[in-house]
């Protein structure tokens, strides 16, 4: 029944991609692109991967969907017909597609448990994270503490990331706008709708941080899900309100604190005498160390992300106001 | 299992075409960047198919189901940090068209090179 | 605390820039990302002997050992690369605050400053990775914070250049990540080692093959190899001066390095007939590079974008010394990776400098300017000998090397030396053409007079150093002599 499922899904995916690139509107493409994020999120959890399928609701459906919509605001939103460039397209594409198709043919079977990816790694991240982390979601101890050092990779990009939109974009105030934005305000229903919903969405977001050690999540849907319920709240009563609430150098230094944060973290390993992100110094029971490490680290994740995506949020918005 | 494997395959195939082909073939640069967002949405179906063990499942230790077979953690621990860097690109993508239209006038390409040639 | 060095190479850079985004004013975060990129040269220069010889250091992060966790792992070939990158970055800063101060908002500096860092932490996180996977999340850090470089002056062509450079390095590294899925599949492993160890016992090597195939061309895109440059011209041009110093001196050449360390210790010992493959494919590509990048140079008009377009070329001569696949191969590929990172920044600092005074980019602003300041002149035509190859110069060293092991080789070696000969006279017609509007026509009239002494100081500094290892080479050839050693695993 499943696979069914899957196949079904799998089909719809490719007609939603092709649907969002054949269409000339980009407002269209964009909200397409949308549906798509949700759909392969659908598909990772079907594939027993269930953080992951919520970090693509929240940033691929709900983030990138934001974002697109909020640069669009000062595009025209159709395309121009296209001038045909399409055969030398066609040609690379074709060759990297047979490229690929040529090396399925000997790859092991889907789901095989004695394929080679599964072998030695893999099995001893689920034995280790019960002895030496002691907590149940095998993927938030590789994420924290095995793979910490990519996560902090990460932390960084999406750090990048926010530096290089509030540099090449100004830095938003509430100060500094040509007119006042009323947002929703003066829309009685959505308005209450709206400001129901948000604290519902923090405590979500809330929960999500702090049970990452036990179910699906952690920092990075967590920020996602609190810069999402500000994101709201700066819709429904209008930019300058949001941030009157947190303003720009608020978010500037939450990004730098949660960053520092789990730096931190890894360099209090180094001053114990241990290497760089090892926890198990943090406490005298070196499993107490892990999962303490593991919880600091996070909050940093969220902070830093918190900080961004509002950030970049905002500039975008600004940009047209400012003008 | 055989059709499911396959599909797998042959849906990421296509979906990374269908984003590399938007990149490199269309004019409009926002369009582009969504093409990217695909092109890169394709690799991570890949990663997450490789982790899927047969009869497995999240891996989460719990009490509620009572098997011992669980789906492979690594990849989707990469692929979380994919995602990760992928709406970053993309916002720091967004940022560049946003200053680009701002100078040009223009976000399609063809157009921002004629103005160039101009200038 | 020295077992700690690998690690804080990287750190140090990258919590800096937190710290750089909230400080004020804006003269302060320039010092401190002066000094945090001076520390991160010292603990390069402290790296050298550590690493010498046959014992790479090997830093387990977070105290879980290779596959498991990821690891770092320094040897003479990273140590080369993280003296180039660090040294880079120092230097550029020393001598760019002024022509820095020009180019970007006071406003925004801050931010300019963080994202150098992370440049900066970026890059030197990849030479130090051994984790493939690891590799692609630093070099995405490194490639986002260098779009934002670009980005940042005044010039506005710099916007279309570094979206197109934005679409093509994504797709790069996503290839990049494509490669190391399928690799993935066939071992279950991350870790380069730990593959390697892995790949022999793989049966099937189809998808080995194409991996390699992903690999290869997503790091041939970030390292504008040709016909993968088509970004690199408009970039390196459009950027700010000092931007284009820094990354003209090292960001192509950490691509070449990623590329050459997979290769090596991967698939050129697993995979039959790719020794044959890698050399067909590269030696073409190379010597197209070689002759389109010094044609292209001698055409244009733009004072940078003649520069960028002979680093098209000088990609091609690293390229054909390591497609040789010799020892003496890589020894001049290596030699030449570092010369060139010398000559090229020393070239880019002296232009910024002197387009404080020039009007425009085009080559005819600069007419007569290397009379008013003859000092940064002179820095500029020593940098200009060294990328041409004069004796006496490093340029000249590594070329030297490169001519020498084409000469080893056993058929088309006649062909090979005419290529880099025909290229090095095509580099002294464009470098006779920018030297010829510098000092013949009379200098202008309005303008400032003095260019800023410090910047004008570090310039002649770096310069000579062109000269001094082309007549005193022991540091770099040893590092560059072991670091072929590594990659071809004498002694691993």
Partial sequence: MTEIFSVFLLILLVITAGAAIRTTNLFVAVMLMGIFSLLIAINFFLLDAADVAL???AVGAGISTVLFLGALAFMNEQEREQAPKRLAGLISVSITALIIAYATFDKPAFGDPNAPAHQDLAPWFLETTQSAVDIPNVITAILGSFRGYDTLGEVFVVLTAAIGVLFLLDTPSAGNMLKRDEGLRHYLIPRMVGRLLIPFILLFGLYIQFHGEYGPGGGFQAGALVAASMILYALLEGQDRALEVLP???LTFLMAFGALLFGGVGVIGILNGANFLDYSVLSSDPVAGQQIGIILIEAGVGFTVTGVLLSIFHAFVARGRTQ | MIVLDLFHYWTFIALLMMGFYTVIAKNNLVKRLLGLSLFQSAVFLLFIGI????????????????????SNPLPQVLILTAIVVGISTSALGLAIILRIKEAYGTIEEDEIQSEEEEA | MLSHLPILQIVVPMLMAPFVLLIQPARLAWALTLATSTLAFAIAINLIPLAAGDSAMIYPIGGWDAPYGIELK???LSVLFLLIISGASTFVLLAGYQSLGSEIHEAKLNWFFGAWLLALAGLLGIVVSADAFNIFVFMEIASLASYILIAGGPNRQALPAVFKYLIMGTIGATFYLIGVGLIY????TLNISDIATKLPSVVDQTPILVAAGFISIGLALKAAIFPMHAWLPNTYSFAPNMVTAFLAACSTKIA??????????????????????FKVFLIPLACMAILAGAYMAMRDSLAKKIFAWSSVGQVGYIILGAALVSHSGLTAALLHSFSHALAKGTMFIGIGLLALQAKSG????????????????????????????????????SKWLLIQAILELPTGAVALLVVVLLSSLMSVVYLARFLETLFFPPAPAEG????????TAILLAIAFASIYFGLAPTLPMELATQAADNLLGYGA
């Fill in chain 1, 55 to 57: 970090t693509e609701a």
């Fill in chain 1, 248 to 250: 720009q150098r608020v």
């Fill in chain 2, 51 to 70: 982790a899927k063990v047969e009869g497995g499942t999240t891996p989460i230790f719990t009490n509620l189901v009572d098997t011992q077979v669980f």
């Fill in chain 3, 74 to 76: 320094v040897d003479s």
């Fill in chain 3, 185 to 188: 599949i066939m071992t279950g």
């Fill in chain 3, 256 to 277: 070449i390095y990623v590329l050459l360390r997979i290769d090596f210790a991967l698939f050129q010992s697993n995979l039959t007939g790719h020794l044959l493959q």
């Fill in chain 3, 362 to 397: 085009e080559l005819s602003s600069f007419a007569g300017l290397g009379r008013r300041h003859p000092l940064a002149a002179i820095a500029i035509t020593i940098a200009g000998l060294s990328l041409v190859g004069i004796p006496g110069t490093a340029g000249f060293l």
């Fill in chain 3, 448 to 455: 400032k007079v003095t260019l800023p002494l410090g910047a």
